[in-house]
């Protein structure tokens, strides 16, 4: 029962995330509705050109009944949420255009009959003529605000679309070459060390498994550098003694939160373009810090001899890491190259989340 019970909680949970309209149970949400409401104010106010005697009482009526008329249909939106979301795009945006109009129409009754009793001042004469002059205005603000939901959520899902279509790119482009060189290192390894050639095919199996697994959003920075040090155990069986590892980890960082497939590309570009084209091998340095708020990664390496290694198609690897990480944090994700001195250096730097 509770096996059937929590996937479709969770594919509730995931539908209602997926709804177009904003949660409006949400405190910033509501904030901005009350910012944009007196914004609209403004605006009819000034549009309705009273005479400067009279400006801010007609601001401070207009102001009243449309904050009211704001904050009742976010609290009617935030409270029909869940059985909208249940609904399609075009049936719930059709019924939260009525819901609004409704919201908006019941005020507006209400507000003459108030302004009758009050004797406040209106231009409009008639129960009628008022109600239709709100509705008219209210048709058009709430089909405009729906359709900037709606337009802007399926950006959000192009955008989303995109970056799961990198990642599963990415999870794809594990090398034929490096699973053919371990599959041969495995081999060889059989009959001499058959303890390390089980050990070994334990680790490819680790690693396919875990490239090939469904996307999460994110993951903690352990599980990644457990998936990078599969790659580099593999690696090393084969390179041996031409590959050399230098970790400078910083205590607690591995608690960290971050999308999946970040760090072991790094690597893997790194043994690739670095190591594998000097015969001598080579140095890579590994250094993950937590500074100013930020999980900093740095991935150095050895750089090949002039027209020794295998092209211009690391640049590949990692503009697809730095889409993801735009797609991901925004603007709030960088990613760097340097060469010089002989080395080649990728310097990655997100938001430090998740931490202890």
């Known amino acids: 029962m509770t096996s059937a019970t929590k996937p479709q909680r969770s594919a509730r949970q995931g539908a209602e995330r997926a709804f177009f309209l904003p949660d409006f149970c949400g405190l910033p949400s509501v904030f901005a509705v009350v910012v944009l409401v007196e914004l609209l104010t403004f605006v009819f106010t000034l549009a309705a050109a009273p005479h400067r005697d009279e400006l801010w009482g007609v601001l401070a009526l207009y102001s009243l009944f449309m904050q009211w008329a704001g904050l009742v249909s976010a609290a009617l939106l935030c409270m029909a949420r869940r059985p909208l979301a249940r609904l399609s795009d075009a049936a719930a945006g059709v019924v939260s255009y009525l819901l609004l109009l409704l919201v908006i129409g019941l005020l507006s009754l209400a507000a003459f009959e108030v302004m009758e009793l009050t004797g406040l001042p209106h231009t409009l004469t008639s129960r009628g003529e008022f109600l239709l002059h709100n509705l008219g205005i209210a048709a058009i603000v709430c089909a405009l605000t729906l359709r900037y939901f ?190 010089g001195e002989g080395r080649f250096e990728v310097q990655l730097a997100l938001p430090a989340e998740g931490g202890a």
Request: proline share 6%.
């Open 150 to 339: 709606y337009v802007s959520h399926q950006w959000r899902r192009r955008i989303r679309a995109e970056a799961r279509a990198r990642l599963e790119a990415l999870q794809a482009r594990i090398r034929p070459h490096f699973l053919f060189n371990s599959l041969n290192t495995i081999s060889s390894l059989i009959h001499q060390r058959p303890d390390e050639a089980e050990e070994a095919l334990l680790d490819l199996a680790d690693l396919f498994r875990a490239t090939l697994r469904e996307e999460q959003q994110f993951i903690p920075l352990a599980e990644e550098l457990a998936l990078t040090r599969r790659y580099l155990n593999m690696e090393s069986l084969r390179l041996g003694a031409r590959l050399r590892l230098e970790w400078q980890l910083e205590e607690g960082a591995e608690r960290l939160r971050l999308p999946p497939l970040i760090l072991q590309p790094l690597v893997e570009n790194a043994v690739y373009h670095g190591i594998e084209p000097r015969p001598e091998g080579g140095s890579i340095t590994i250094t993950i810090k937590r500074e100013a708020g930020e999980l900093r990664i740095t991935v150095a390496n050895p750089l090949p001899a002039p027209g020794a290694g295998h092209g211009g198609g690391s640049h590949i690897a990692l503009e697809n890491i730095r889409a993801r990480l735009d797609a991901h944090y925004g603007g709030r994700a960088t990613l760097a190259l340097h060469e």
